[in-house]
């Protein structure tokens, strides 16, 4: 057995190495300047986290009224809002209250309709020109993807939704800027959106800023990974189901050599 | 067969125990792990399969909402349901007539034209000839209709009727009817 | 018997009816059922069985997810969010041929690390040697390709920044590069070339792989003593002993595979690949994905920028002639007391490059690049050559089975027909 062991270990030892610098790289990545974000738990968050089902309704509830003004998320259909609890008719009843386009129609041209469930979430502008030119030369990203778009995901963006303050002295931010204390270099041309009492939510939960940054945040950490509560789950019984059948390999293993004197 | 291969090195001392019982529980661990593999491999295979069935976008396209309002009597549209065309008609009274004096005897492939609609004048059928696969003509004023005022296929001259039902003809079942609902008096949803 | 026929062994009917004409099946039994394989492998010599199994992986993902993939600079990236979103499983078989290529990185660095301690390139495996580092080589280019298709940020700044390399070389650079792009910059005709290019080099790896292993069997494995087997008592048939301990270590494999792929799918990736391709901004920090830091730090580490596309290339040129480089006619580390320090001290060199590849180009980053990339090399070209006349090498075991008397004096007797633990 010696033999193997040893072997072993020399394995163990460089994966410890290759471990220890991949680790040591990948945050390393994000180099620049680094901000230190506040610590912010999310239901989402670790092996067994699962989305807050009240929060991404009241998370959305915020995208829709607030952030849909600029930004899009173009991956996500009206569908998609039946995995965040809201019955069909209320989806249906959502959808409906968007025109988008279609068409042409039999005269070649294109017309407005009320959204179906099959139709993509709105764009607030037809292209990145449009939306430039409407926002002072900035374009506002998609967000389908935000949370896996920016280092540190879901936490990055709480904290700048949450950042907005008045510059240190001695800070000169350029004309229509504002100031963010976690986006790099602190200058964002997003205004702040997020004011106390900006939405009122149908569930009478209190709309702190940090409530609201915090239920968008988990909206949009769900948009970006919708599989997530399926994938943990997944993997949690395939994991399980390896080490068993590790076991039995490895008990097979011993039988087979057990009349190999070495 | 693993045994039989062992090298002659192999069989220092005793391999196993004295009354034989490790070859049977060797035997029966590689069973289980055997099993064990199979069933991994298994279960490995079926998210491979499933993502060739319909995705959820397409299954999301799966049902088409008609607005009829715009349709007067007389007139038909065409619409996509699930990749092909269904044939949307407001049928006059006289249409409606036609089709439900026709005798079953002389229908091959016997249907009353009741069994076929939801609300008498409107009749939605699936525009694909139950032949081989083409699209029937008779949507627009234009179009032959057939010699029952139907549909008229061009490939092989299969002809329907005001009601979709096959009346002479290569083709053997009449036109399809897809599921449908009134979701209001003006609005159809299919599939 | 008729005549034409092969003199099959196997009684099934069936199997013995093809086996006469066409003996696949004495060729299997020959090659992985009785085929004679040291007994005295560690763990180590698991990682080719591994490096297969991961090829075979990577091949069917990528078979499934080409089927929902649109090459098209228009829809890469949305077709991409589909297979995430709305193919059924999608997300599982694109985060398991994402993380696949990573794994696939871990067990190949992992079996050319086996092959580096061992000494497994020295004659008569120089061969089977240079096949592997073709593999290598292939298994690049694929994933730089592959790396592209989802068409994010670091997709089109990677492609942009590693296609430029080519414009180094004088002259000719300039339309090797057009050449390459088929444009003037990277767009949907590179997109269109490197998903053909992508679909296609598995295939050829799988071919390389197949030559491997058929060098591999005509020179047999190598194994940690590094010395010959003799005979019959050194070997093993590789069914059922190394069929299960490959196993094993699959297993194991999977394990880590599976950890990454359902709880830290994007932990090796660069978030910038999920913000879409735009030609017209460039991301502050553009990183290669983890396996290529190395060598991104060695073209760092030369202010020239032909020398550092030289260079670069030259940190795997140099591989191929290794079996040359290193004249001590003893292959395992285990018994060159000052070449294992030496080979100790590349492997830190090449991790100490690894994570400067993903540090920004500045100081010390630079510094410590130069100083590791000067020790890469050093190691093949000065060392190893040196070594191989001045190194006292340890005495190495008369063979695998008998036992090795080193350092302790005599074994006491009940260790006899154990020999490999001292050694």
């Given at each position: 057995?010696?033999?193997?062991?040893?072997?072993?270990?020399?394995?163990?030892?460089?994966?410890?190495?290759?471990?220890?610098?991949?680790?040591?790289?990948?945050?390393?990545?994000?180099?620049?300047?680094?901000?230190?974000?506040?610590?912010?738990?999310?239901?989402?968050?670790?092996?067994?986290?699962?989305?807050?089902?009240?929060?991404?309704?009241?998370?959305?509830?915020?995208?829709?009224?607030?952030?849909?003004?600029?930004?899009?998320?173009?991956?996500?259909?009206?569908?998609?809002?039946?995995?965040?609890?809201?019955?069909?008719?209320?989806?249906?009843?959502?959808?409906?209250?968007?025109?988008?386009?279609?068409?042409?129609?039999?005269?070649?041209?294109?017309?407005?309709?009320?959204?179906?469930?099959?139709?993509?979430?709105?764009?607030?502008?037809?292209?990145?020109?449009?939306?430039?030119?409407?926002?002072?030369?900035?374009?506002?990203?998609?967000?389908?993807?935000?949370?896996?778009?920016?280092?540190?995901?879901?936490?990055?963006?709480?904290?700048?939704?949450?950042?907005?303050?008045?510059?240190?002295?001695?800070?000169?931010?350029?004309?229509?800027?504002?100031?963010?204390?976690?986006?790099?270099?602190?200058?964002?041309?997003?205004?702040?959106?997020?004011?106390?009492?900006?939405?009122?939510?149908?569930?009478?939960?209190?709309?702190?800023?940090?409530?609201?940054?915090?239920?968008?945040?988990?909206?949009?950490?769900?948009?970006?990974?919708?599989?997530?509560?399926?994938?943990?789950?997944?993997?949690?019984?395939?994991?399980?189901?390896?080490?068993?059948?590790?076991?039995?390999?490895?008990?097979?293993?011993?039988?087979?050599?057990?009349?190999?004197?070495? | 067969?693993?045994?039989?291969?062992?090298?002659?090195?192999?069989?220092?001392?005793?391999?196993?125990?004295?009354?034989?019982?490790?070859?049977?529980?060797?035997?029966?661990?590689?069973?289980?792990?055997?099993?064990?593999?199979?069933?991994?491999?298994?279960?490995?295979?079926?998210?491979?399969?499933?993502?060739?069935?319909?995705?959820?976008?397409?299954?999301?396209?799966?049902?088409?909402?008609?607005?009829?309002?715009?349709?007067?009597?007389?007139?038909?549209?065409?619409?996509?349901?699930?990749?092909?065309?269904?044939?949307?008609?407001?049928?006059?009274?006289?249409?409606?007539?036609?089709?439900?004096?026709?005798?079953?005897?002389?229908?091959?492939?016997?249907?009353?034209?009741?069994?076929?609609?939801?609300?008498?004048?409107?009749?939605?059928?699936?525009?694909?000839?139950?032949?081989?696969?083409?699209?029937?003509?008779?949507?627009?004023?234009?179009?032959?209709?057939?010699?029952?005022?139907?549909?008229?296929?061009?490939?092989?001259?299969?002809?329907?009727?005001?009601?979709?039902?096959?009346?002479?003809?290569?083709?053997?079942?009449?036109?399809?009817?897809?599921?449908?609902?009134?979701?209001?008096?003006?609005?159809?949803?299919?599939? | 018997?008729?005549?034409?026929?092969?003199?099959?062994?196997?009684?099934?009917?069936?199997?013995?009816?093809?086996?006469?004409?066409?003996?696949?099946?004495?060729?299997?039994?020959?090659?992985?059922?009785?085929?004679?394989?040291?007994?005295?492998?560690?763990?180590?010599?698991?990682?080719?069985?591994?490096?297969?199994?991961t090829?075979?992986?990577m091949?069917?993902?990528?078979?499934?997810?080409?089927?929902?993939?649109?090459?098209?600079?228009?829809?890469?990236?949305?077709?991409?969010?589909?297979?995430?979103?709305?193919?059924?499983?999608?997300?599982?078989?694109?985060?398991?041929h994402m993380n696949g290529a990573s794994m696939f990185f871990?067990?190949?660095?992992?079996?050319?690390?086996?092959?580096?301690?061992?000494?497994?390139?020295?004659?008569?495996?120089?061969?089977?040697?240079?096949?592997?580092?073709?593999?290598?080589?292939?298994m690049?280019?694929t994933a730089?390709?592959g790396y592209?298709?989802?068409?994010?940020?670091?997709?089109?700044?990677?492609?942009?920044?590693?296609?430029?390399?080519?414009?180094?070389?004088?002259?000719?650079?300039?339309?090797?590069?057009?050449?390459?792009?088929?444009?003037?910059?990277?767009?949907?005709?590179?997109?269109?070339?490197?998903?053909?290019?992508?679909?296609?080099?598995?295939?050829?790896?799988?071919?390389?792989?197949?030559?491997?292993?058929?060098?591999?069997?005509?020179?047999?494995?190598?194994?940690?003593?590094?010395?010959?087997?003799?005979?019959?008592?050194?070997?093993?048939?590789?069914?059922?002993?190394?069929?299960?301990?490959?196993?094993?270590?699959?297993?194991?494999?999977?394990?880590?595979?599976?950890?990454?792929?359902?709880?830290?799918?994007?932990?090796l990736?660069?978030?910038?690949?999920?913000?879409?391709?735009?030609?017209?901004?460039?991301?502050?920090?553009?990183?290669?994905e983890?396996y290529?830091?190395?060598?991104?730090?060695?073209?760092?580490?030369?202010?020239?920028?032909?020398?550092?596309?030289?260079?670069?290339?030259?940190?795997?040129?140099?591989?191929?002639?290794?079996?040359?480089?290193?004249?001590?006619?003893?292959?395992?580390?285990?018994?060159?007391?000052?070449?294992?320090?030496?080979?100790?001290?590349?492997?830190?060199?090449?991790?100490?490059?690894?994570?400067?590849?993903?540090?920004?180009?500045?100081?010390?980053?630079?510094?410590?690049?130069?100083?590791?990339?000067?020790?890469?090399?050093?190691?093949?070209?000065?060392?190893?050559?040196?070594?191989?006349?001045?190194?006292?090498?340890?005495?190495?075991?008369?063979?695998?089975?008998?036992?090795?008397?080193?350092?302790?004096?005599?074994?006491?007797?009940?260790?006899?027909?154990?020999?490999?633990?001292?050694?």
């Amino acid at each position: 057995m010696t033999v193997s062991l040893r072997g072993f270990r020399n394995l163990l030892g460089a994966l410890a190495i290759g471990a220890a610098t991949v680790l040591g790289t990948a945050p390393a990545q994000a180099a620049g300047e680094a901000i230190a974000l506040p610590d912010t738990r999310f239901s989402f968050a670790g092996f067994f986290g699962t989305y807050d089902r009240g929060s991404l309704q009241r998370g959305f509830q915020v995208y829709k009224e607030v952030c849909a003004a600029c930004h899009a998320m173009r991956q996500l259909s009206y569908r998609n809002l039946l995995e965040i609890g809201l019955s069909e008719a209320q989806v249906r009843a959502i959808a409906a209250s968007f025109q988008v386009v279609d068409g042409p129609n039999d005269q070649g041209e294109m017309f407005e309709r009320p959204a179906r469930l099959s139709d993509r979430f709105r764009r607030p502008f037809p292209n990145e020109a449009a939306a430039r030119a409407a926002n002072n030369g900035a374009y506002p990203p998609d967000l389908s993807v935000m949370t896996k778009a920016r280092h540190n995901g879901a936490v990055y963006v709480h904290a700048l939704l949450t950042g907005y303050q008045d510059p240190p002295a001695g800070f000169t931010l350029m004309d229509g800027m504002n100031y963010n204390a976690y986006f790099p270099g602190h200058q964002i041309a997003m205004p702040n959106v997020l004011n106390p009492g900006q939405v009122e939510y149908a569930d009478r939960t209190e709309s702190t800023v940090d409530q609201m940054a915090r239920d968008v945040t988990t909206f949009l950490a769900w948009a970006a990974e919708p599989e997530a509560e399926q994938r943990r789950a997944m993997g949690i019984r395939i994991i399980l189901f390896l080490i068993i059948l590790g076991g039995l390999t490895y008990a097979v293993k011993r039988k087979v050599w057990a009349d190999v004197k070495h | 067969m693993a045994e039989t291969m062992a090298p002659a090195t192999a069989p220092h001392g005793a391999p196993h125990g004295a009354d034989g019982s490790g070859e049977t529980r060797r035997d029966f661990l590689k069973l289980t792990t055997g099993a064990f593999a199979a069933v991994g491999v298994g279960v490995v295979v079926w998210p491979f399969i499933h993502s060739m069935n319909p995705a959820r976008d397409v299954l999301a396209l799966s049902s088409t909402e008609v607005d009829l309002a715009p349709i007067a009597a007389g007139q038909a549209v065409t619409v996509m349901w699930r990749g092909k065309p269904v044939f949307v008609r407001n049928r006059p009274p006289e249409e409606v007539q036609a089709a439900r004096a026709t005798p079953l005897s002389e229908l091959k492939d016997p249907q009353p034209d009741q069994a076929r609609v939801q609300r008498d004048q409107w009749l939605v059928v699936l525009g694909v000839c139950t032949h081989l696969g083409c699209v029937p003509l008779g949507q627009k004023s234009s179009d032959p209709k057939g010699d029952y005022n139907g549909w008229f296929c061009p490939c092989h001259g299969s002809h329907y009727d005001t009601s979709g039902r096959i009346r002479r003809g290569p083709a053997p079942l009449n036109l399809a009817v897809p599921e449908y609902t009134f979701t209001s008096p003006t609005q159809i949803r299919i599939g | 018997m008729a005549i034409g026929l092969h003199d099959s062994t196997f009684t099934n009917p069936v199997i013995r009816w093809i086996d006469q004409r066409m003996p696949v099946f004495t060729m299997m039994q020959k090659e992985y059922g009785t085929f004679p394989t040291p007994r005295n492998f560690n763990y180590f010599w698991n990682f080719g069985a591994l490096a297969m199994v991961t090829l075979m992986i990577m091949i069917a993902t990528g078979i499934f997810l080409a089927m929902n993939y649109t090459p098209h600079t228009a829809y890469a990236f949305d077709s991409v969010e589909r297979i995430m979103r709305d193919v059924n499983y999608g997300w599982l078989i694109r985060y398991v041929h994402m993380n696949g290529a990573s794994m696939f990185f871990i067990v190949v660095y992992i079996h050319i690390w086996r092959g580096l301690y061992y000494g497994s390139y020295k004659a008569p495996r120089e061969l089977l040697w240079i096949l592997g580092v073709v593999i290598f080589l292939l298994m690049m280019a694929t994933a730089f390709m592959g790396y592209v298709l989802p068409w994010g940020q670091m997709s089109f700044w990677g492609a942009t920044v590693i296609t430029n390399l080519f414009s180094a070389f004088p002259i000719v650079g300039e339309h090797i590069v057009t050449w390459l792009w088929g444009g003037f910059s990277v767009d949907n005709p590179t997109l269109n070339r490197f998903f053909s290019l992508h679909y296609l080099m598995p295939f050829v790896i799988a071919g390389v792989v197949f030559l491997h292993v058929a060098a591999l069997h005509i020179t047999g494995s190598n194994n940690p003593l590094g010395i010959d087997p003799k005979g019959p008592q050194d070997t093993l048939p590789f069914h059922p002993y190394y069929t299960v301990k490959d196993s094993v270590g699959l297993v194991v494999y999977f394990i880590v595979f599976a950890a990454l792929v359902f709880f830290a799918p994007n932990y090796l990736g660069h978030p910038d690949n999920y913000i879409p391709a735009n030609p017209l901004v460039t991301p502050a920090h553009i990183v290669p994905e983890w396996y290529f830091l190395p060598f991104y730090a060695i073209l760092r580490a030369v202010p020239d920028k032909l020398g550092g596309v030289l260079l670069m290339f030259g940190s795997i040129a140099v591989l191929f002639i290794l079996p040359w480089l290193d004249t001590s006619p003893v292959r395992s580390m285990r018994f060159r007391p000052i070449a294992k320090w030496a080979l100790f001290a590349w492997l830190i060199a090449f991790f100490a490059l690894m994570w400067a590849g993903g540090k920004p180009a500045e100081q010390p980053y630079v510094l410590i690049s130069q100083i590791a990339t000067a020790y890469y090399f050093a190691y093949f070209l000065i060392i190893l050559p040196l070594l191989g006349r001045l190194e006292r090498p340890l005495s190495l075991p008369e063979s695998i089975a008998l036992p090795v008397l080193r350092g302790g004096g005599p074994l006491p007797a009940g260790a006899v027909a154990k020999p490999m633990e001292k050694a």
